[in-house]
């Protein structure tokens, strides 16, 4: 390779190679990165090698082997140019069928990359949101380079910057561009680089100056600096040979970490490369300046990447921090005067020459100009590396170019900075991203790692894996980063095993700060950081598990046993009951499911399952167990006289009774766990019959009546009283039934009254609260339903409405009318499913705005459309209405389903009797204890928590029956929480033939859909016992981990 | 000659000299364990931290380390630093009870309780006889190894080394094992039994940048506010 001797020549070399009509070729582009190696963009690679040598294809195509390109979720992939086309995810056998488009000029559409969420195809990679919301100076330039070739990079203007430094002839121009630039350091700390590199090139040199290229990137999750030396290592190497030159500096070290082998690889090549050209070592083009690059690779110590320690490492002794004053810029290695700088920053540098200082500061925000480089991780659909302008908001990245959370769960924080960053909340995320701000907000820059942490992350879990992460690299020097790690680490570990107290939190807090304020180096310094900032934005999950030793993340595992029980509102041994199907004890699997719940068959038909929502089963894309068909099985199979309520003796003197008002599945349940303390209770219910909503809110289809009728007789036993018809506020008072000598009250009223539309003309014939709709057929048999019926809402009144609406005579078309879209509805997914299934009509994104009538009867509905407007603190997108999209919906009904709440004035109508309220339609009352304002009055289900499930009704039964019986005894009410894990082992089978995860979800039967209008038969069916014993079979019994007796030790035989 | 502020009063020193030697110098006492005259400065206890700078800007670092400044302002016994000192030793306590300098340290300070899980090491890598060991006795015999939880003190591979003369140097410095304390027990890591009432102290909160030539003088700072 020629050596240039002037500058002069380098240019002439560059434009030779911009010439050469070999670069305006069709190229396909693949990225060899280290990420897209591990997902085989190798053997992409060779593929297309071997093809284009096949078929001869020489002389047509190029092909570009180049380092990151950033977006590593979607690797191995294949950029075509000139056509600018994304091929995400390619397999192998795409590839000729990619070089063929290329070659025509042309597209293959189905490999083109396509929006997961939206399903939109682009044929410009610019215009993939991911890309088009970046701005890549420096990333961008990887895609045009091959690592090992500097001829690609000198046409990519690469050492242009360098021609322009040396041919100034001026060092202080050189800083000074640097300087007015407004750099500042992408190690983490934020400080000027020109300031940097002006102290350096003022401190006396005459036994030589450093400049150090600090590539030991150790934080757990970024990997742009790997990403910058493997793709385009010339950049360091120019940014560091301009530095040298304006700093006077004589050798340059790049310290890179030894677990980058492909970035040593490049490195290595791209310097002896370098050197053969001239563009390093003796008389740099011939400009008789002389500076030199070596490698030195560091042994894996995460402290090595603090500048003092890493000088240390360079000068060969252990790598620990030391006392700074004296900085490197006085005394660096081996005395020498040092500028430490990190790979992003040097690859800035060129950048800078070639757009100019003024150029590149007007990026940006004033005092953090430029472009940052993230690496985007963690819970987000769209991984890999992002660079922006400073300035973008966290919003910003992470939904509009990370695409928002990669599951169902919400995202409720990033983390920044590394081990020595912190959280920031999802309530900050309209934060600006730059040095100053993130600081503010209690994380720091650092070198760009980004983490997305969603509802499925345990905060006090992320500290503690921090804190693990630092006591083993802190370097142990300073006692209190030794043991202040250490000990901070033992107290997060004790809170996630569920051994914490309160008390602990100020502990952890006091020794955070005296940590970061005792310790010599920077990473004592914020090894607080991550307790201090989830400690400040999350302290409610610290008191969660202290308190309520619930991890809510199910992260922990010594909070969490098995999901499924950890879920269920009741507790439900869903693995122990599974476990006995499996083993074909369905009498023994009835008797946990109904210790656990004394509405079984209801549960087993309506219920929404969390059980399912976080099995392990179900993790990774699979599907989890299929709980509640199990459950359906064995309730519809066994006889409930297999289970024998254990039952508190009879005493004397009588016990005191408890009057319970609603005789819902709150107000039973508490009935029943009372009546098996051996606490009698009256049940009052204003309608006819006892049931609450299971009557009135679910339709027969859904829960035949027989069913329940035989599960509430089941718990009206000697114990309860029940008596219809009776009314709070009309037939009795609270303090009536004191007087009358019930000794506690349990307030039990559910919530029965549907919300308004607030629209005029609401109360015209035709037009239903939902509520009074489903009441009418379900407790009266009267179909109010006629002709064409719209529905609006979305939650589960609406759609039950709409198809209890589908099976009434006279009806001709069902539609619900949804003001967000399908995604966003509340009702369940599989309610949703079945009603469109049958038939109903879903129209989302509109709102209604008139109701037409005539002569006092309903006519239509006047509607008006929505679109999608900006994120809001949720990440959701808020409807907003469309001006002038008005139009009129011909109706015969209108059923309004757009949420419940209580009915709470019966119970504030009295003078000095009044309980307290929550914004005006729920009982107020502590939610540990249950109580309300008034002494012996307590409350639970939806008139205390507002519309929810029917297991969370049973559940605030259970719990108040608990409550009410310690209140009774005179115990405290409140009693220490403990973490119900698995307890009773039951013996796995052993494993058949083949792999039980194969083997796909059960899917009970379901009835026929012509079957189904005007007909009120049930519409799911049971699985058959082979299939139960299956699905039974899919279950990975997290529970073992607790249960399993350890096995005795073997003893050798003498 | 270098003049800084320390405590209110201005003290000239020769350039070289650091924060602690300076503060000794005039009087104002600095509890240290593992920094001695005659071996070179590690800053690895962390119990002679001072605060530097001016309001606002203020930081806690290590005197024995930290090079005498012109101009520097050097508080040696403000809140922070006694705050921060106090929960330095309680970690000392934690770790190694059975020292009797780290027994007077703590009662000195009235440190009287210690939250952490007790542990008996009986090491707090100061360092101290590493530097004896190489300074004084040109032997290097001894050295750390590992880093983080894992730091170590030991002769290279723990084996027996050949460069050690048993001098006992090493032991004649340590803070931890050559005084011993016999009175604490498991669940009293604290001992007290030679605890000095600390001296009484006049209008502390008018001189807030300055302390008595009393040592101890942190009782200002102990008693309840």
Redesign the interface.
Known sequence: MARFGSIEELHGFREMLRDNPQGKRPRIVVCAGTACQASSSSDIIRIAKKHIIEENLFDRISIGITGCHGFCEMGPFVLTLPQNAFYAQVKLEDVPRIIGAVLAGAYVEDLLYRDPKTGEVYRSRDDIPFFKNQRRSILGLNQHVDPIRINDYVAAMGYQALELALGRKDPAWVVGQVKRSGLRGRGGAGFLTGAKWELLARANGSSGKYLVCNADEGDPGAYMDRSILEGNPHSIIEGMTIGAYGTGATEGVVYVRNEYPLAIKHLTIALRQARDMGLLGENILGTGFSFDVSVVRGAG?F?CGEETALMRSIEGR?GEP??R??FPIEKGINGRPTSINNVETWANVPFIFRQGADEFARVGTPGNSGTKIFSLVGKIRNTGLVEVPMGVTIRRIVYDIGGGPSGKARIKAVQTGGPSGGCIPAEKFDLAIDYDSLAKAGSIMGSGGMIVMDENTCMVDVARYYMNF???????????C??????MY??LDDITKGRGRLEDLD?LK??A??VK????CGLGQTAANPVLSTLKYFRHEYERHIVDKRCDALVCKELTGAACQRTCPLGTEAWRYVAHIRRGEYDQAYRVIREANPFPSVCARVCNHPCESRCKAGDGGNQPVAIRALKRFVVDRVDPSVYKASKAAKSTPPPPRVAIVGAGPAGLAAAHYLSLQGYPSTVFESEDRPGGMLWGGIPEYRLPRETLRKEIDAVVDGNVTLECKKRLGVDMTIGGLFAEGFKAVFLALGAHKSRRLGLEGEDVAGVHPSMQFLKAYNLRGESLAQGHVGVVGGGNSAVDAARLALRQKGVKSVTIFYRRTREEMPAFEEEIEEALHEGVRLEVLVAPTRILSKSGKLTGVELLKNELGPLDASGRRAPVPVAGSEHVVELDTLIVGIGEEPTVECVTGENGTSVGLVDGNRVKTDCRTMSTSMPGVFAGGDVETGPKTVVDAIAAGKKAAAIIGRYLRGEALEQPAVPALPRIYVEPMPSGDGDAMDLPRVVPATLKVEARRSCMAEVEGVVSETDAVREASRCLRCDLEFTQPKPAAVKESA | MITLNINGLNVSVEEGTTVLEAARFIGFPIPTLCHMDGLSPYGACRVCLVEIGKEPRTKLVSSCTYPAEEGLVVRTASSRVVRTRRMVIELLLASCPQSKVIQDLASSHGVNKQRFKQEHDDCILCGLCVRMCSEQMMAKAIGFSGRGNERALGTPFNVKSEACRQCGGCIYVCPACQLRCSYTEKDSPVCGGCQNLPPPCLEKEKFDDMMCFMSPCVACEIAPK
């Open positions: 110590a402290v252990t030391r006392q004053p004296p630092l006591r083993k690299e802190s370097c142990g020097k300073c006692f209190t030794r043991k202040g790690t250490q000990r033992e107290l502990l006091e020794l700060v005296a304020e005792s310790t010599m």
